[in-house]
């Protein structure tokens, strides 16, 4: 049992911290008083977490399709919760940039590791039936992965790889918003038409994507490296921990999505449009894309075959079983 001098010390500390509170330490003490005990379930708002999984047909595995994506989604949010401490840091400490990348990196880990039960593990001829009764919601609509773009480098280097050279960053933020590659993956190629799945994207977000793009202009994470000083930039474990983000992020985790797709919706006569009717085979591939959020850590010849790899993972059917 702690001694009374210690209790007594953490009584005025106590006071000290409600002081200007307008209660008294007695007020709360009461209010500690009352409280229920706290438990697991109630902590974590279980039964509500496991109320979260609507299926909109009777199939058996479109509930393993809605929880798996759910759980992407934390992982997104997980990214974000470091991503944001890392703009929001102004002590410039290379050992704290550092553990917030390894987390980052951990849960991209996770995710990439974790996409076999996408890949495997789901009923072909179920997920054929069931995905038409989820039109027109699609992945593409991830708000929260837009974001980690976002947070981790300028838009510029989210323009269309076609158009890429013809902006920079003296663009205005909306300027560049209208031109980010992702907007053409569910733009149709003979009219340019934007699908309903992206319509209805826009509406909900620009302005969330702009408020964002403004808040964090000249201080990504992207800005963040460039503004150390050079002996931080050259700092062995921040460039591996950048690097390590790129291609989990920017390679990885599309290419995943890539194999999935070529499981689900490759047919050997024809190819089936996603539930958005995003144009994936064009979209996914990494090497297409060619995004990359912190272009400086990479070497040239790296970033001049950046996700090349989509080629060995559709040549290799192991890869996609």
Sequence with gaps: MKNKAHIDDQIRNLEAKYKDSGQDLSSYLDGLLYQRYL???????????????????HFPDEEIFIMYHQITELYFKLILHEQKQIVDDKSQSVPFFVEKLNRINNYYKALISSFGIMVRGMDKEQFLRYRMALLPASGFQSAQYRMIEIYATPLELLVHPELREEYGSEDPIETLYEQIYWKRGATDLSTGEKTLTLKQFEYRYTPRFIRIAREVEGNTIYHKYLNLPSSDRSDRTLVDALQ???????????????GSAHRYLSREKETLEATGGTNWKTYLPPSFQQVVFFPEVHEEETLKNWGKQWVDHLLNPENQN
């Design 39 to 57: 438990t697991y379930w109630d902590y974590i708002h279980l039964d509500t977490l496991l109320s979260l999984q609507v299926p909109r047909t």
């Design 244 to 258: 390590r983000m790129d291609v989990q992020a920017n390679i990885h985790w599309p290419l995943m999505h890539l």
